[in-house]
């Protein structure tokens, strides 16, 4: 019996110990990888910069600048301040060229920025003009895009009915492409949308629209399984 017991005793050490080497080699790549990707994309910035300096005003600057502002976005420690600034320089030279694609794209980066600080009706007003944009271009990515931001903003805010109104436009949408991926995709978005209203009408203590809308989010989810 103690022959069984330090044998034991000594395995659970070794588990022990692996263990913890284990998450320490985790830890370290993770570090490693997450300051290598910062790394990559502040020289991008870098050299994307240096360019803007001698760049003319024109639709490609816009496009340098949005690209400069995504960037911003996408850093391991994302900088909003950076972000704001080269977006919003980015919008005004597109206004002002009448390049609407790119005032998309910076509609686009500056709702996101607006989003993160809580400005939610700034957000929905970038995201907003994105869409108009993206109506008058007939552009269906822009569409889609756009109602999928002013959907989160109405998420954020707890508006889950109107939500729901544009999930259900997004899924529309997807029916009418035929891409059976964006379709399943907007299927199991759609579902996400019916369960938070079921669940703010739980709380409301109203059983009846709250059952209709799990089973539609159910029904959702069945759909996109069979895709």
Known sequence: ??????????????????????????????NF????????QQSKIDSLVKVLKL????????????????????????DYKKALHFGEESRLLAEKLFFEKGAAIAYDNLGKVYGYYGFYEKA????????????????????IKSNENLAFIYSLEGNYQKELEI???????????GDKNRIA???????????????????????????????????CDLKALKI
Do not use: H
């Open 124 to 143: 929905f007003e970038n995201f907003l003009n994105q869409l108009k944009i993206g109506e008058r271009l007939n552009d269906s990515m822009i569409i």
């Open 167 to 177: 999930k259900m436009r997004l899924e529309k949408l997807a029916e009418a492409s």
């Open 185 to 219: 995709v907007a299927l199991w978005n759609l579902s996400g949308g019916y369960m938070r209203v079921c669940r703010q009408m739980i709380k409301q203590n109203d059983s009846t629209w709250a059952n209709y809308n799990y089973d539609k989010a159910i029904e």
């Open 1 to 30: 019996n103690t022959l069984k017991i330090n044998y034991f005793n000594d395995v659970g050490k070794s588990v022990c110990k692996n263990s913890a080497l284990k998450n320490i080699i985790i830890l370290w790549l993770f």
């Open 55 to 78: 760049a003319k005003e024109d639709t490609n600057k816009v496009k340098i600048l949005n690209e400069v502002t995504a960037i911003f976005l996408q850093l391991p420690l994302a």
């Open 33 to 40: 990888i997450f300051f290598q990707v910062g790394f990559t």
